[in-house]
């Protein structure tokens, strides 16, 4: 472990290679800035001394020297990242390298010393210390924190600030105190993460291991994936239910586990129990084994679109209602079903179908509220496997024991997928959706060959190509050049299932291309006929060697048009070739 030592007139780096030799020291948390001093930075006396991070190094050894702290840990420039094994290390040890530290230094650059009472709370609130993910770690594990303003001028302890600081990061002043936070709930933990910021969203998750107590490799590159492995690693040692209790900010189905902390926001109050029918979990090859009590949910038939009230279900169908289920109880036997189907697909292409969605349950788990003695999750059977539905949702007491007065609860090991990545609402469409286009810089509009725009929308502002209705399932095509390649490409859009879809054309038959004869090859040809089952709503092709074109859709729900609409933009990223970086 490298440190600092402040006694020296020239801050140099120490490397105790005993860790039970390492002597006491301070340790600095920031949020890192522009020129930030590294360990190669170190070795250079001339180049570090005019980076703009080396004062605030300076300013940190003088105040550790002065408090008698001979040596002072500071993460830009102790850990040599160039070494993939040392970075291992480091993220691994980051909450016991805070933990053991005698004191720590938190400095904000964006917090003023010289602020009244009054307005001390809400700037302290807004520093960028708050919101960083590493932190959250640096603020929990060490017993002694002391706060610095931009002028390294004293504004508080953790201690004497601990009702503010309980307030702006939503963490009990017991766990910033003196309490151990693995006496949390998981989802209280996550919960304490949720809307802070990494560079990396691998971060997300390595910033968390240190306050689960998990060990894992840094993999980066992995991306949501590394939320996934931290939440299984907490499970080979935990079998807290309060970690499926999560919700994620729109309805969709998904694995069991979710794929960022945000989606434990609102759960910190979540309470867990012991139970008699309470097994382990495991992690098997084929997903995640879970043994959990089952409520049977009546009708097995949905709409795949929008119905009253309904609940969203996989690709987007929407479970009738138990109310109307007498109503419409004879639309329930295939042979009705298919007909009701054929007749919307001769004469009304635009209204909702019928589908089977397959056996739905509510699985109880172990663990409450405070004001739910019970809480589950929404389940449904696919084929061996598991998926959890109405992921926006956790049942509570209402629904629960409205579903045992009716149903015998099963106990039953489920199957799941631990990670499925989720499908949303926000590439769902209705009939007439407006749909407008943004493209990015280099790239200008040449043709438009899909529907023609509704007469009433003629004012286009900001939009780029313009707007165009959705009508029926035919897709509409629009040509772009990028200017600084001379190639021109085509967005295809259209609708599936009730689902927005996209796709790009780069190779063409003719010159210019035949817009005409790309829509028609999306809807009649065998080579792209497949396009539109994906569903694809975000994809990204090279254009060249060295640029990708990437097309992506939004949901906005205010517009200029009063009525929701679909952003579509246009990114162009240039990459830069291996051969060009050797």
Not at 334 to 363: C, H, K, W
Not at 482 to 511: I, K, N, Q
């Amino acid at each position: 472990m490298r440190f600092i030592q402040t006694t020296s007139t020239d801050p140099e780096l120490v490397y105790f290679a005993d860790e039970q030799r390492i002597p006491e020291y301070a340790i600095l948390s920031h949020v890192w800035e522009e020129e930030e001093v590294t360990f190669q930075d170190m070795q250079d006396s001339l180049k570090r001394e005019k980076m703009k991070g080396w004062s605030k190094i300076v300013r940190a050894c003088e105040l550790a020297c002065n408090e008698d702290w001979d040596y002072i840990w500071v993460d830009t420039c102790c850990i040599d990242k160039s070494s993939s094994a040392e970075l291992s290390e480091a993220i691994n040890s980051m909450y016991r390298y805070y933990r053991k530290a005698q004191v720590c230094y938190v400095y904000l650059a964006d917090m003023q010393s010289d602020l009244s009472s009054q307005s001390f709370n809400d700037d302290f609130g807004k520093c960028k210390w708050f919101k960083r993910g590493w932190t959250l770690q640096e603020l929990i594990a060490p017993t002694t924190v002391f706060f610095f303003a931009q002028d390294w001028a004293k504004i508080g302890t953790k201690a004497s600030l601990q009702v503010t600081i309980a307030e702006i990061t939503r963490i009990p002043s017991a766990v910033l105190l003196w309490e151990d936070p693995s006496k949390s709930t998981i989802a209280a933990r996550m919960s304490w993460a949720a809307g802070r910021e990494t560079t990396r969203i691998e971060d997300r998750a390595y910033s968390l291991m240190g306050i689960f107590g998990v060990y894992m490799p840094p993999i980066y590159g992995e991306g949501e994936h590394a939320f996934i492995r931290l939440q299984e690693e907490i499970l080979k040692a935990s079998d807290d239910h309060t970690i499926f209790a999560w919700k994620s900010k729109s309805a969709g189905s998904s694995g069991l586990l979710g794929t960022s902390p945000e989606v434990f926001e609102g759960c910190s109050e979540y309470e867990t129990f012991q139970s008699n029918s309470q097994q382990p979990f495991s992690l098997t090859n084929m997903g995640l084994l879970v043994y959990l009590p089952l409520l049977a949910i009546d009708g097995p038939v949905a709409f795949n679109g929008r119905f009253p009230e309904g609940v969203y279900h996989e690709e987007g169908a929407y479970r009738i209602p138990d109310r109307f289920t007498p109503f419409l109880s004879w639309l329930f036997t295939p042979f009705l079903r298919g007909y009701y189907n054929f007749m919307l697909d001769s004469f009304f292409p635009t209204m909702p179908r019928i589908v089977p969605i397959g056996e739905q349950f509510l699985a109880l788990l172990n663990c409450r509220s405070k004001t739910s003695e019970h809480l589950a999750i929404y389940i449904v059977k696919d084929g061996h496997q598991c998926k959890r539905v109405r992921s926006d949702l956790v049942a509570d007491d209402t629904t629960i024991l409205a579903k045992r007065r009716k149903i015998k609860i099963m106990h039953q090991k489920l199957l799941f997928k631990a990670w499925d990545l989720p499908r949303f609402e926000h590439n769902y469409v209705q009939p007439d959706q407006i749909v407008a286009f943004f493209s990015g810089q280099g790239i200008r509009p040449v043709a438009d060959g899909g529907h023609p725009v509704a007469a009433e929308i003629t004012d286009t502002g900001d939009y780029s190509m313009g707007v165009f209705k959705l009508s029926g399932s035919e897709p509409c095509t629009f040509l772009f050049m990028h200017d600084p390649t001379h190639r021109p490409f085509v967005v295809v859009a259209g609708t599936e299932s009730a689902h927005f879809w996209l796709d790009l054309v780069f190779d063409f038959e003719t010159d210019p291309p035949n817009l005409e004869n790309i829509r028609q090859s999306y809807t009649y040809g065998k080579e792209r006929e497949d396009i539109p089952q994906k569903k694809l709503d975000r994809i990204s092709k090279f254009l060249t060697d060295n640029v990708a074109i990437l097309v992506e859709a939004r949901r906005r729900n205010q517009s200029k048009f009063d009525t929701p609409c679909l952003i579509v933009n246009i990114h162009v990223d240039n990459v830069i070739s291996s051969s060009a970086c050797s």
